[in-house]
């Protein structure tokens, strides 16, 4: 497996309603230190919707600026309509929503 599949197969667990930081996928795919290429590999995501790549967010509960399938709004709307629960700075409050990642 490469490491784009590598870490789509990470995404792929994060459950509905919960989120990861790019880090923790990074980690978790095996290499702390791939966060950027985590970003790169969701940013050209090849299967949309398979792949959830709107659940992976910065460390600080931060959206992407430049979320490729519709941006900030559409990643925010995505989590929203799944239960993930923002606070009042726009962040997505991770003491509640992060993902302990377990797989289930």
């Known amino acids: 497996m490469n490491t784009f599949e590598i870490i789509y197969s990470v995404v792929r667990k994060i459950p509905r309603g919960k989120v990861a930081t790019y880090g923790q996928i990074a980690l978790l795919s095996g290499n702390p230190r791939w966060s950027r290429v985590v970003g790169y590999a969701l940013h050209v995501n090849p299967a949309f919707g398979e792949i959830p790549c709107h659940r992976v967010v910065k460390r600080n509960g ?16 995505m989590l929203e309509e799944e239960g993930v629960i923002f606070r009042p700075d ?11 990642g377990k797989y289930e």
């Open 62 to 77: 931060g959206l992407a600026e430049a979320f490729r399938f519709g941006g900030e709004n559409v990643q925010r709307s």
């Open 90 to 100: 726009g962040t997505v409050d991770l003491e509640k929503c992060l993902w302990d």
